[in-house]
């Protein structure tokens, strides 16, 4: 079955530093992969996805995750942090476009002043 | 309005009450989840429909039942709530034909069971 690991269930960063936010996926054959905003006390607001087409995926906000199938990782990242980007990330798979997204556990991104 | 939409967003409800979370969407899509939050646990699917005739569990539907009204409206029943149902349940939509375009969330149900 597919599963998604995202390392580190908190990681802060100073305002204007990279962010990256890790991800590492399990699956038999080539995922759907997904890259999920959750701001307080709202729902989960897509921020990216990966559906088999280009590598380098860029998403809203100025994020962006690239596909490494060799290191089966899907790892979120953006040049420079904003206050408002403290939230919870969720890094999602699918088998296929009509399988069911598995999310992961989610990583709390704290942004420092 | 929202495309999909929870109610209520808050609820406290003794434990062996029953209790229903509704939600609808006007997105048109076919496919609807529930989900359900927990810190540190990420979301865990209850249940699934991919129409209005199919019904699916999910990886803890224990406890839980749906109902799926109609393509626009899917409810969660807890027949006999218990504390450790205490979560945020998220309903998320899909459009059959491009699930691989991610879901679409509502808002969320924060239920506590006392």
């Known amino acids: 079955a597919q599963s998604v690991t995202q390392l580190g269930s908190h990681v802060s960063v100073s305002e204007g530093a990279l962010v990256l936010l890790r991800c590492n996926y399990s699956?038999?054959?080539?995922?759907?992969l997904f890259w999920y905003v959750q701001y307080p006390n709202q729902g989960l607001q897509l921020l990216l996805k990966?559906?088999?087409?280009?590598?380098l995926v860029k998403g809203i906000n100025g994020f962006e995750a690239e596909f490494k199938k060799s290191e089966t990782s899907f790892h979120l990242t953006k040049p420079s942090a904003h206050m408002s980007d403290a939230a919870e990330y969720f890094c999602?798979?699918?088998?296929?476009?009509?399988?069911?997204?598995?999310f992961g556990k989610g990583t709390r991104l704290h942004i420092l002043p | 309005d929202a495309d999909v939409t929870q109610t209520p967003r808050n609820r406290i409800t003794k434990t062996g009450k029953r209790i229903m979370l509704e939600c609808s969407q006007t997105k048109g899509h076919d496919r609807m989840y529930w989900y359900r939050q927990d810190p540190g646990l990420g979301l865990r699917l209850i249940y699934y429909?991919?129409?209005?005739?199919?019904?699916n569990k999910g990886e803890i539907s224990d406890g839980y039942s749906v109902s799926r009204q109609a393509q626009a409206k899917f409810s969660l029943s807890l027949e006999s709530a218990i504390p450790n149902q205490t979560a945020l349940y998220f309903c998320a939509t899909s459009d059959a034909g491009q699930a691989n375009y991610g879901y679409t969330f509502g808002s969320g149900t924060r239920l506590t069971v006392v």
């Open positions: 429909s991919f129409d209005v005739k199919d019904i």
């Open positions: 699956s038999s054959v080539p995922p759907y």
């Open positions: 999602a798979v699918s088998m296929n476009r009509d399988d069911k997204i598995i």
């Open positions: 990966y559906t088999s087409a280009a590598t």
